[in-house]
């Protein structure tokens, strides 16, 4: 493309060049002689030029502003095209990152704040302030009740418990399927279950 403008302004160069002296402009058709071309013909040479030549120039001039338009219109397919690919590129990148984070909100329902399910008992995992909010349970409530404390556990439907230490050989952390009560409040959570506790960080 690049070579078919360098070649176009060197023919508009020379035809202003000839103009200005007042000589004939020829063009070669992969031809030993060079045909005048019409439109360019300032001296006697016009009348040498027959018709089937001159309709022989149209005809070719016409299938190289064919070729041209045709790579014209290529190179705007092509930009086309890449335009298109970075817009599917930018899609598929917003598409993909809104995935990651549905994977991570899926693997950490408490926006972080979930530590896992853990087994417990009458002596209790988390110690203090055990207490049911009943049918109004939430994760929000139970952080709210265990207010200055690391940990907050959710039992069976509507218990809250609190405390600060997570880690013990007595209370292990089990399968996420067995902590398989939802909130009385909060359906679409968990809430542990028979001496389960869904543990979460009271600040996320």
């Known amino acids: 493309m690049k070579g078919f403008v360098i070649l176009v302004a060197f023919l508009e160069f020379v035809i202003v060049t000839s103009l200005t002296k007042r000589k004939a402009v020829s063009l070669s058709l992969n031809a030993p002689n060079k045909i005048p071309i019409r439109g360019f013909l300032l001296d006697d040479n016009y009348d040498k030029v027959s018709p089937s030549k001159l309709k022989s120039i149209e005809k070719v001039m016409?299938?190289?502003?064919?070729?041209?338009?045709?790579?014209?219109?290529?190179?705007k397919d092509n930009s086309n095209s890449?335009?298109?690919?970075?817009?599917?590129?930018?899609?598929?990148?917003?598409?993909?990152?809104?995935?990651?984070?549905?994977?991570?909100?899926q693997a950490n329902p408490a926006n972080g704040g979930y530590i896992g399910c853990y087994k417990d008992d009458g002596v209790r995992h988390l110690k203090h302030k055990v207490s049911s909010l009943g049918s109004s349970i939430t994760l929000a409530k139970c952080r709210e009740h265990c207010k200055g404390y690391k940990y907050t556990g959710l039992q069976y439907s509507t218990y809250c418990l609190c405390g600060n230490v997570l880690e013990n050989k007595k209370y292990p952390k089990v399968a996420d399927s067995e902590c398989n009560m939802a909130c009385a409040g909060e359906k679409t959570r968990k809430c542990g279950g028979g001496w389960r506790n869904s543990i979460y960080l009271v600040k996320p």
């Open 62 to 75: 016409k299938s190289q502003q064919y070729q041209l338009n045709k790579m014209i219109a290529v190179s």
């Open 82 to 105: 890449v335009s298109a690919i970075k817009s599917d590129l930018t899609d598929l990148s917003k598409a993909v990152t809104g995935l990651q984070k549905a994977l991570r909100k």
